[in-house]
């Protein structure tokens, strides 16, 4: 089984800054994608940022320039660094895992509890 626990959302003023933190425990035996999914009301669950492993990242161009995605050396830890937050990056974080438990598993999706970011003055 693996678990993903997400932390460091909160409340922030527009132009302000966030770090979002993400670690991946559990029977893991290799790590395909770590990433980073928002989500608000009546609205389908968007790709932020990801990482491929062995790939660079990828940013939804809502973001650019203002996130950055990176992993931990170790690899089992991915973070998202928000500057320059917008109301309308209003949402609920979710944190995303592609992984495998063995050599011989398939690969799946593990996925965090989610993270409420609100941008707000």
């Known amino acids: 089984q693996v678990q993903v626990v997400e932390s460091g959302g909160g409340l922030v003023q527009p132009g302000g800054s966030l770090r979002l933190s993400c670690a991946a425990s559990g029977s893991i035996f290799s790590i395909n994608f770590m990433g980073w999914y928002r989500q608000t009301p009546g609205k389908e669950r968007e790709l932020v940022a990801g990482i491929h492993s062995g790939r660079s990242a990828y940013y939804a161009d809502s973001v650019k320039g203002r996130f950055t995605i990176s992993r931990d050396n170790a690899g089992n830890t991915v973070y998202l660094q928000m500057n320059s937050l917008k109301p309308e990056d209003t949402a609920v974080y979710y944190c995303?895992?592609?992984?495998?438990?063995?050599?011989?598993?398939?690969?799946?999706?593990?996925w965090g509890q989610g993270t409420q970011v609100t941008v707000s003055s």
């Open positions: 995303n895992v592609v992984a495998a438990v063995s050599a011989r598993s398939a690969l799946y999706n593990y």
